[in-house]
Every structure is written in C-alpha cells, then in structure tokens.
C-alpha cells in the first residue's frame, strides 16, 4: 500500500490524474451512494451529474491530483486493498496506444511514429502528447485510451514523448452511419448464405450456426443510429471464437459476408464495415492462438 500511494502521490504532483485500481486491475466499485449512476454521475463524465462523492467512484471519472484526497480515510482504504496505481490519461493531456501483443507492436513500429515506450506484461503501452476519444479494439490487440478511460501505470518508460499524430485519430474515427428509413440497396453482389456446403471442417450443427448468426444479424440491423460498425466487429468476433476449436474449414469468410451486408444495410460505408468485421475475425483468430 505504501508503495502506491507514493507512487500516486507523486503523480499528482506532476497533475497525472490518479486512481487506485484492485484485483483484476480494474478500479473499485461505486460506494452505494452512487451505485448504478443513482449520484447522477460525475461532473466530468459523459452524462455530467452533480456527484462530488471524496470515494474513489465512478473508474476515469474519480482520477484525481488532489493530494487530499488521494490520502483521504476513503482513498487510503482503497489504497491497501489496491493491487496497482491506475492514471486518466486524457487528464494528463495525454494519449496512451496499448499494444496488446507482439503483433500489435510489431504493426506499429511500421506504423506509428516512434514515442515514449512503456512495457508492458504482453506488449507496450506508446504515450503520445494530446488528447482524443478512447476506443477500444480499433485494430486486432491495439486500443486507444486517453479520454473517459483510464490507464495502469507501469513506469515513466523510455523515449521522447511526441505529437499526437493523425495515424492514431484515423484509428478511432467515428462510424459514418445513418438511420435507413426504407429498403436500401447494398453497392454490393447478392452473397452466399452461410450453409454446411462451405463448412465441411465445422464440429457444430447448422442449426447452431444459422442460430447464433441470426442473432447475431439481428443486433448489427437494430443499430439504426449509430454503432453498427462496433457491433459487426463484436459479432464477428464472438462468431469467430466460437469456432476456435474446429478442424476448419468453417466458412467464416461467408460468415463475415453476411455480417457486412446487414451493416452496409443500416447506413455503414462499406469499406468500414469490411474493416470492422476482418478485425473481429482476426481478433478472435489470435486470442484462440
């Protein structure tokens, strides 16, 4: 606990934003005042309340360089059940790009523009100066985190910090979607359904498989607004892990057609809708290797 808490209070001082984080290196839950929102939120959050709630609550929202608090009773019980010191990047001024794995450095090395580096226990963070929307999964085993996100502190790191630079913002570029009043035709071919002809490796039923990508179907179609991009990536790869133990083949390439089209069917441009649903099936491809 010592060591936190002189490891945050030394953030502080530099005006880094800090929070304690617990088992699972996530921060700790809200106090009963504000569980499930009841507070309203925080002032800086999203959905800005009223909340001025001394516990560490609310994740991002309760990184704080208020040395008071930071050693306050409330914080300090936190302290010694934390198991590491976590920091909001976006109020440091900051942009960290987590790289998950050897791969997701590898890409951006070729990439990125070289920055401050910090290792992590699977891959790197690189912190860049200047802020932006967090989004996670922007790229097989890379997220973004700087605004309403918070970050593990793992050390100063090596390097000069540098810019912000476009190649980052391009990652997490909002989803051009719009509401589809009526039938829209796709720019695209008529595809393939998926059947057992183009699965001749898969160990599940085709009755499992249309089911679960029915579903599937259904949520990216109910995505009328906005979010249909993340969505096809998250059916996409949740499909795709559920074959992760197949012989092969199992026809995801068909799979990921059909994921495509009902996207491009609620308004998102083609060329992201392929882009979110490779990632989904690369994604999943990796976390199973």
């Known amino acids: 606990m010592i060591a936190h808490l002189r490891t945050a209070l030394y953030l502080a001082t530099a005006a880094v934003p800090v929070l304690p984080l617990r088992d699972g290196k996530v921060p700790f839950g809200n106090c009963r005042a504000c569980a499930k929102n009841a507070c309203g939120g925080r002032p800086n959050m999203k959905r800005a309340g009223t909340c001025r709630c001394t516990a560490p609550c609310h994740a991002w929202a309760a990184a704080t360089?208020?040395?008071?608090?930071?050693?306050?009773?409330?914080?300090?019980?936190?302290?010694?059940?934390?198991?590491?010191?976590?920091?909001?990047?976006?109020?440091?001024?900051?942009?960290?790009?987590?790289?998950?794995?050897?791969?997701?450095?590898?890409w951006a090395r070729e990439v990125l523009p070289a920055t401050r580096t910090v290792l992590t226990t699977r891959g790197q963070h690189w912190v860049y100066r200047g802020v932006m929307p967090s989004h996670n999964a922007v790229r097989p085993g890379v997220d973004v985190k700087s605004l309403m996100s918070y970050a593990r502190w793992l050390g100063p790191g090596t390097g000069r910090i540098t810019d912000l630079p476009d190649a980052v913002r391009a990652l997490a570029v909002k989803e051009d979607t719009t509401p589809a009043p009526g039938e829209v035709v796709s720019s695209l071919p008529e595809r393939a359904t998926w059947d057992r002809?183009?699965?001749?490796?898969?160990?599940?039923?085709?009755?499992?498989?249309?089911?679960?990508?029915?579903?599937?179907?259904?949520?990216?179609?109910?995505?009328?607004?906005?979010?249909?991009?993340?969505?096809?990536?998250?059916?996409?790869?949740?499909?795709?892990?559920?074959?992760?133990?197949?012989?092969?083949?199992?026809?995801?390439?068909?799979?990921?057609?059909?994921?495509?089209?009902?996207?491009?069917?609620?308004?998102?441009?083609?060329?992201?809708?392929?882009?979110?649903?490779?990632?989904?099936?690369?994604?999943?491809?990796?976390?199973?290797?």
């Open 65 to 106: 360089t208020d040395r008071a608090v930071v050693t306050s009773p409330l914080w300090t019980a936190a302290w010694e059940r934390a198991v590491c010191v976590g920091y909001h990047p976006g109020g440091a001024g900051l942009t960290v790009v987590d790289l998950d794995n050897a791969a997701a450095v590898a």
């Open 197 to 289: 002809t183009v699965a001749t490796g898969c160990r599940h039923t085709e009755s499992y498989v249309r089911t679960g990508l029915e579903r599937g179907l259904a949520l990216v179609r109910a995505r009328t607004e906005s979010g249909a991009g993340s969505q096809a990536f998250g059916v996409a790869r949740f499909l795709a892990s559920q074959h992760a133990h197949c012989p092969g083949p199992c026809g995801l390439d068909t799979i990921g057609e059909e994921i495509v089209a009902a996207a491009i069917l609620v308004g998102v441009p083609e060329a992201y809708a392929r882009r979110a649903v490779a990632n989904g099936l690369e994604t999943a491809v990796e976390r199973a290797a």
